[in-house]
């Protein structure tokens, strides 16, 4: 399969994938699923969103490699960064437009759209690079992502990243 078929299937599964996961965590409150999904409306709590829908992506897109019996370099590795770099995208684009003209759906969806295809095109060059031989410890990296998350989660700082904007509350509710 051609690499830049794969990403583009990445970016419509990711970007799809956030809109169920968006409420996963309103329709199965538990601790499993606020590991994994936003549990409020903070702009902190959203970057869990973008980066588990671009991680299950990359998933995906392994699992059509697998299937395939095709060999891609640094696959998982590639999908992680672009997804760990998704986070510091998304802010850097969402910000500025979000302490301007404050929250806009549209706007939001639309940034979120922008974030993961670039996510995806940094994915792509890095699986043009030689093997890192970093596919069997990505997994490790994504455990101290979600470790990270969790924590934040559950203790988060008090700053405008991590304020739930519909009730002036941090974290878990």
């Known amino acids: ?9 990445g ?15 309103d329709k199965f409150p538990c601790f499993l699923t606020s590991i994994f ?3 409020n ?3 902190w709590e959203h970057m869990k969103l973008l980066f588990g829908s671009i991680i299950v992506s990359g998933i995906i897109q392994k699992l059509i490699i697998i299937y395939r019996k095709e060999k891609i370099n640094n696959i998982c590795f590639s ?7 998704s986070i510091p995208i998304f802010l850097i684009l969402f910000l500025p437009i979000y302490f301007i003209i404050g ?32 596919e069997n410890k990505t997994i490790i990296f994504v455990i ?30």
Request: proline share 4%.
């Open 1 to 9: 399969m051609n690499k830049k078929i794969l990403k583009i299937i």
């Open 11 to 25: 970016v419509i599964i990711a970007f799809i994938l956030c809109f169920p996961l968006h409420f996963l965590y």
């Open 37 to 39: 999904a936003p549990v």
């Open 41 to 43: 409306e903070s702009i």
């Open 79 to 85: 999908n992680f960064i672009g997804a760990l770099l």
């Open 103 to 134: 929250k806009n759906f549209i706007i939001t969806i639309s940034i979120m759209l922008l974030t993961i295809i670039l996510a995806e095109i940094i994915s792509y060059k890095i699986m043009n690079q030689k093997d890192f031989k970093m």
């Open 144 to 173: 101290i992502i979600y470790s990270i998350f969790t924590l934040l989660t559950y203790f988060p700082l008090k700053n405008v990243l991590f304020i739930d904007p519909t009730n002036s509350t941090y974290g878990i509710r």
